[in-house]
């Protein structure tokens, strides 16, 4: 599998070709096939991965456990609180030493540069399950989703309205790649970070699609096959914004009349959590067009296709 994908470690969709981004999805949809059929595939049996999360998870956290579990290896959690990070140990002599300890790390942080700086001191895979820049594992599993859902990626058509953060980034570069048109909807003074948006439409230039910024909700939703929801106030970034972000996200709630401006048959996604009443209604994610129970369980299977392709 190492010809294939033959990056050491895995830390943002934009260090990838879509080629690369495209087999990990493939290998993801075969484990789900191993994993509903029962069939074993415990390919990284005696491996040991560690786990740094300083954010707080549901889905990323467990995903990880029950895919480490399902290949057949242990995942320990480390407390960040209870590490001698947290009393100023330089990030590279904890890099090398849980090097020497463990088959991979898989960590959920705030900067980018956190993630890089332990991969530049480890030799083992770094799993990036989350950075203030990029949610490379999320965008996996909305891959895989939408896959599922239309048999196809080309010539489908994204409408993404939620705060313009890292699982927006993510699923931007992921349809550049893949040919899917993305329109992100938002208010004014809510812009992908430049280098994001430069990378996304990079990709879509090759692939013929758009990556499209709008302040025009209704434009997004307009033939839109998938109506992606997203928290307004990410945790631990903007909650002191979070009275502002409401009122200026409010028009772009995902309700009712919202995916009735989209294609019949359009699913909603979102990555969650979700707050019903703001980023969108309980009628929607309810409802009979919702696939996001579907999306998180793909969670498990995308982390799996990375913990194998990146195994040493």
């Given amino acids: ?21 495209r087999y990990l999805v493939e290998l ?3 484990l789900k096939r191993k994993w509903t059929m029962r069939e074993p595939h415990e ?13 707080k998870s549901t889905r990323t956290r467990n995903s990880f456990h029950a895919a480490a579990t399902a290949l057949g290896a242990q995942s320990i959690y480390l407390r960040p609180d209870e590490m001698q990070l947290s009393r100023g140990e330089p990030i590279k002599d904890t890099a090398r030493i849980i090097d020497r300890y463990f088959d991979g790390l898989y ?20 799993i990036n399950a989350l950075t203030a820049l990029e949610h490379p594992c999320q965008g996996l599993a ?23 953060y890292n699982v927006c980034h993510s ?24 280098e994001i948006l430069a990378c996304a439409q990079q990709h879509a230039a090759k692939s013929g699609s758009k990556v499209i910024v709008t302040r025009d909700f209704d434009e997004a939703l307009r ?26 996200f409010m028009p772009y709630q995902i309700n009712a009349q919202a995916m009735a401006k989209a294609r019949k048959t359009a699913v909603f996604m979102h990555c969650l959590p979700g707050y019903r009443g703001e980023d969108m209604t309980d009628e929607v994610i309810e409802g009979p067009q919702s696939v ?10 995308t982390v799996k296709a990375v913990m194998v392709a990146t195994a040493v």
């Fill in 292 to 301: 996001v129970w579907d999306q998180g369980e793909n969670r498990m299977h």
């Fill in 28 to 30: 993801a949809a075969d």
């Fill in 107 to 126: 960590i959920r942080t705030y900067g980018q540069e956190i993630v890089q700086e332990f991969a530049q001191y480890m030799k083992n895979p770094v």
């Fill in 142 to 164: 909305d891959l895989l989703t939408i896959k599922e859902k239309f048999g196809e990626w080309k010539g489908v058509k994204v409408c993404y309205a939620g705060d313009v």
């Fill in 1 to 21: 599998m190492r010809d294939k994908f033959r990056a050491r470690h895995y830390l943002a969709m934009q260090d990838y070709t879509a080629e690369e981004i």
């Fill in 171 to 194: 699923l931007m570069i992921g349809c550049g790649m893949m040919g899917m048109d993305i329109y992100v909807a938002a208010p004014e003074g809510y812009e992908p970070v430049p």
């Fill in 43 to 55: 390919y990284l049996r005696g491996r040991t991965y560690g786990m740094i999360f300083e954010k």
């Fill in 223 to 248: 033939g839109a096959d998938v109506v992606y929801g997203n928290t307004w106030h990410s945790m631990g970034e903007n909650e002191a914004q979070k009275e502002k972000r409401i009122q200026d």
